[in-house]
């Protein structure tokens, strides 16, 4: 079982920054791809970023490119997200996941998770 605890949300407003930090326990994450969702009041949760366990290639949504970097230090079972230039849209709950082994673009949706943080909520003001 690998357990993930999301935080680093807050308020913040247009233009601004957050560093989000999911802790992982449990087990070690290396060979986990980890990913970032968010789920924005009235919609449905959709996918932000994901890294591979070596680290290498990323994937981000359309939205957040430019603006958003994932990253990843496995000594620390640690995963970040660095967001910058927030804007009123990127206002949600952001989610933390592990997926056993995935690598490639099926990293790029839901049913590939096998764990899930509760979420941390960010809020942008504009």
């Known amino acids: 079982q690998v357990q993930l605890v999301e935080s680093g949300g807050g308020l913040v407003q247009a233009g601004g920054s957050l560093r989000l930090t999911c802790a992982a326990s449990g087990r070690s994450i290396s060979s986990y791809a980890m990913g970032w969702f968010r789920q924005a009041p009235g919609k449905e949760r959709e996918f932000v970023a994901t890294?591979?366990?070596?680290?290498?290639?990323?994937y981000y949504v359309d939205s957040v490119k430019g603006r958003f970097t994932i990253s990843r230090d496995n000594a620390k079972n640690t995963v970040y997200l660095q967001m910058d230039t927030l804007k009123s849209e990127d206002t949600a709950v952001y989610y933390c996941?592990?997926?056993?082994?995935?690598?490639?673009?099926?990293?790029?949706?839901?049913?590939?998770?096998?764990?899930w943080g509760q979420g941390t909520q960010v809020t942008v003001s504009s």
């Open positions: 996941a592990a997926a056993f082994s995935a690598i490639g673009a099926v990293t790029m949706r839901e049913g590939a998770y096998d764990y």
């Open positions: 890294i591979p366990w070596s680290g290498g290639s990323t």
